[in-house]
């Protein structure tokens, strides 16, 4: 059983970074997918950024280019969300999500994820 356990979150004034961490208990880099979600209080989970493991693609939403990049380290089964120039409209519960073959089909879809973390919780002060 593929287990994702975030930290990192964090308090930060608007401008500020921080860069959360996804280990991922169980799971194999070799095929699927992996990505960052958040859910604002009142909103739906979107997508922030993911990609296939395997390369061959990925994608960050409109709202985070230039700003997030997702990285991962196989060596340390890990995922990393790195969030700069940090906005009020960026504080949101943040969770990682694993795909697992047979996944995947839409990076940018809660479906194309089997596995959840419980969610890390990011504030941005004005």
């Known amino acids: 059983e593929v287990q994702p356990v975030e930290s990192g979150g964090g308090s930060v004034q608007a401008g500020g970074n921080l860069t959360l961490s996804c280990v991922l208990f169980?799971?194999?880099?070799?095929?699927?997918?992996m990505a960052w979600f958040r859910q604002a209080p009142g909103e739906e989970r979107e997508g922030v950024a993911g990609f296939y493991t395997a390369g061959g693609g990925s994608f960050y939403a409109d709202s985070v280019k230039g700003r997030f990049t997702i990285s991962q380290d196989r060596a340390k089964n890990t995922v990393y969300l790195h969030m700069n120039t940090l906005k009020p409209e960026d504080t949101a519960i943040y969770y990682c999500?694993?795909?697992?073959?047979?996944?995947?089909?839409?990076?940018?879809?809660?479906?194309?994820?089997?596995?959840w973390g419980r969610g890390t919780q990011v504030t941005v002060s004005a």
């Open positions: 169980g799971y194999t880099f070799r095929t699927g997918c």
């Open positions: 999500a694993a795909g697992t073959a047979g996944y995947c089909a839409t990076l940018r879809s809660r479906d194309g994820y089997d596995s």
